[in-house]
């Protein structure tokens, strides 16, 4: 280290126990530190890794091994600190040692050379003492840092910081955010037969001339903008442009407005499989209570199991309540980590465990979606070979940890579902999951939590009944169990003061819950009494209340009942199911509208244009509906604002950024991750391509993104800073839905977007414990089909026996029929007819999705 200068003064007052800080610097003297009582927690201190730091009756300490060689081998601090050559500043803090130690406090430079402003050497003791610098900057500094250098020491000890302030300088200049260029496009690529629009920011109000341009510089295509006016979640003067009638496939595209040109991009069909695998790989990346393998993810993303019970870890594998709350422990070990932190929350596992099973789900009621890339061996997980397609594998690790959260029979509230699961403080940055030493705690059932166990648990016996009959049964009694817990609780809630170590996830109203988790019973079982609680449900034909203007959450849940009773054969009569469609398609027309509107085509108008704390998630949710209203009804207008929706997340918005690590020239990479956390420590990685960054919030509740983006314009409320909590986080809840959307999209992509070339007639008569289908297959394409193959999977329990007229085989609930030597060649017009016997275990539903030699055909109910 050098020392670019010396201290100037330095003085220190011992005091007893409740030191007072000293007074606020005075108005015209700017506060460098943020969050320097540590009131919002630890946000943006961090810690080295073998020192993890949490806050601890209004202080922040850490605990420091023993036997460290060099202060420098355990630092607390805090980066980003903007220091001006000549000018004085004033550094003091409070600080205490369990264990007398000596520790070396600098600012200094952020990066290697770690040129030092200030170097002091400090004493350190049980007793709090108030310690004050002074110093003179001799450069100018844009992110220097304070670092505290606690270790050295031959014994452990716990040091603690608190009131802490670096005051001094003059005011930075008002924060303004790297926009690039004022061309915005969808950084990754657009469909061959999709929407193409991008969005041109310029106070011209004429309008401007554009090109599309080759990767070479060829001109393609050309025109002028349409000047759109002042976009209101921006405030930004915007222009629109739209070259959808290019379809010459190709990469490197860019465009350029008055002399301004794009960030490149792709056109094709084939662009968005990548995002499907890796936003799907998030999950696995997070999981809790395994190793995560290097072969499946790579080296860097390679860490050891978390909360497994070695040291200092503490294992969720025996975890017991809150003080006062519950006499018992529970094995709640699995499941996913929700969110930059540690903690394991049933209301947004529950949500995000719907909606990967929902992607699967799709693929047996949707003929343009395809269950190949979601099937065993095609995603990075480790159940590979094991005949279950790898995103119900996935699910399935969440779903085993909701139903070990169920509160024991013979306990009080036994079948309810605890809230959440999390460090009893919080942790500092970074901290690796196997590296975190606080204790672990259930918190109180809530009703919420217990109703997101009866829908997921309920969809997941109806999904794992073909491929794991037991845990399909363990599933439904976990259900059932719960949905008569709830009714008995039905208003027990979170309390929102509970947000020590972990979020509140608080939610006041429940009616959503018992809508969603009724429909998915229903669907599961077939039983009238659900079916008559989702009909006398408040919220049923209130679109607006099932989806909400704003969005799906994890707080608005309702939709997902509806999507799946729209969608999923069931006994609703034919009127119930048209009024279920209907609040879809109402949805959708309205987030349709809105993305037509937008100046950048996002579908989400949130009430008074307020972007809430995970903005992007509320867009990628809007755009599942959109997805649905679109396979329900073929309407291209929904199928364009899905797009239109993931140009948004990937650059095509008012700050030129792609929200999903990996993706487009301009993508976030800083997310906050307690692991994924390179912005502090360089030997630790990025966070994994694919992850969805929350995105704009304009309630900056975090204190980094307080102290740069006050007064901002809704969506400019975002900051790519690991720090930034409130505007940057990654969850799970965020990540299911853009997976859902990814999948969508890839199935627009390529072969799978073609008109239908065939028609099946399927008919199914039944008897006693068994049926006898007949099959029609009919080429309505202009090329013969030769030989022919027809697969489809059955989504119930049905065994098939006796074929004729073509070679039928089943493996697990998939069946494909091949041509008989007599039969091999389908000729343009042509039929093919077979058919066969079964046997089948519970309800059973016919096939809708067939495929002739890969590719969708069209079906044609029976007469």
Known sequence: MTTACVLAAASVSPAAAGVPADPPPAADVPELVVNGDFSAGTAPWWSTANSPAAVVDGRLCADVPAGTANAWDAIIGQNDLALTAGETYVLAYTATSTVPTTIRTNVQMATDPWTTELGTVQHVTETPERVTQTFTAGADHDAAQVAFQIGGNAQALTFCLDDVSLAGGTPPPPYE????????????????????????????TEPQPWTLNAADGTRVAGGTTVPAGLDASSGQRTHTFDFGAVTAPGTGYTVTVAGQRSEPFAIGDDLYGSLRTDALAYFYHNRSGIEIDADLVGEKYA?????????????????????????????????????????????????????????????????????????????????????????????????????????????????????????????????????????RELHPPTTAATLNL????????????????????????????????????????????????????????????????????????????????????????????????????????????????????????????????????????????????????????????????????????????????????????????????????????????????????????????????????????????????????????????????????????????????????????WNAPLAWAASYVDDLGGARAADPACEVTYTSVRWGGGFTTQAVVKNTGTATVKPWTLDWTFADRQKVADPWGADVEQTGPRVTAKALSWNTTLAPGATVRFGFNGQSTGPVTDPRVFRLNGKPCTTIPPR
């Open 454 to 733: 009866a829908a997921t648990a309920a969809q997941c016996a109806r999904l794992f009944q073909v491929y794991d009959t037991a845990f399909a049964d363990r599933c439904r009694t976990a259900a059932r169990t719960a949905w008569a817990a709830a009714k008995a609780h039905p208003a027990v809630l979170a309390d929102p003061a509970d947000g020590t170590g972990g979020g509140t996830y608080a939610d006041d109203d429940v009616r959503d819950e018992f809508y969603w988790a009724a429909a998915e019973l229903f669907l599961t079982t077939g039983e009238d009494g659900y079916r008559q609680e989702v009909l006398r449900s408040p919220l049923q034909g209130v679109t607006d209340a099932v989806f909400p203007r704003a969005g799906l959450s994890w707080g608005s849940t309702a939709g997902l009942g509806a999507l799946d009773l729209a969608t999923v054969p069931s006994k609703l009569t034919a009127a119930e199911l048209t009024a279920v469609r209907a609040m879809v398609t109402g949805a959708a027309d309205g987030y349709a509208a809105d993305s037509a509107k937008a100046a950048y085509g996002v579908p989400y108008a949130p009430d008074g244009g307020h972007y809430t704390w995970g903005s992007n998630s509320q867009v990628a949710n809007n755009m599942v509906v959109l997805g649905t209203a679109h396979d329900l009804t073929g309407r291209t207008v929904y199928r364009n604002a899905v797009l239109r929706g993931l140009d948004y997340l990937l650059g095509r918005n008012p700050l030129n950024q792609s929200y999903v690590t990996g993706y487009g020239e301009r993508d976030s990479h800083n997310q906050h991750h307690r692991f994924w956390a390179h912005q502090l420590d360089p030997a630790l990685p990025n966070p994994a391509p694919g992850s969805l960054a929350g995105g704009p919030n304009a309630g900056i509740e975090d204190p980094v993104a307080q102290a740069k983006l006050k007064g901002c314009a809704p969506a400019m409320c975002y900051l790519d800073d690991i720090e930034s909590w409130s505007t940057n986080e990654v969850t799970i809840n």
């Open 303 to 439: 860490r050891p199991a978390g909360h497994v019970n070695a040291g200092p870890n503490q294992g969720d594998n025996d975890v017991p309540c809150q003080p006062g709350v519950c006499d018992y422990r529970l094995d709640a070990a699995g499941g996913w980590y929700d969110a930059g932190d540690h903690g394991k929350y049933v209301v947004n596992g529950g949500i995000s465990a719907a909606q990967l099973m929902s992607s699967f789900e799709r693929t047996l009621y949707e003929e343009n979606a395809d269950a190949s890339p979601l099937g065993d061996g095609r995603l990075r997980v480790p159940e590979h070979g094991n005949a279950t397609p790898d995103i119900l594998d996935e699910a399935r690790w969440e779903l085993d940890f909701l139903m070990r959260m169920q509160v024991p029979a013979g306990q009080p509230l036994a079948g309810m579902a605890h809230h959440k699961l999390h460090d009893k403080a919080w942790t500092g940055l970074p901290t690796r999951p196997d590296r975190d030493p606080q204790p």
């Open 177 to 204: 955010p790297d926009t690039g260029s004022p061309v915005r496009v969808n950084q990754v690529g657009y469909l061959t037969n999709g929407p193409k629009s991008g969005t041109f920011v310029t106070d011209a």
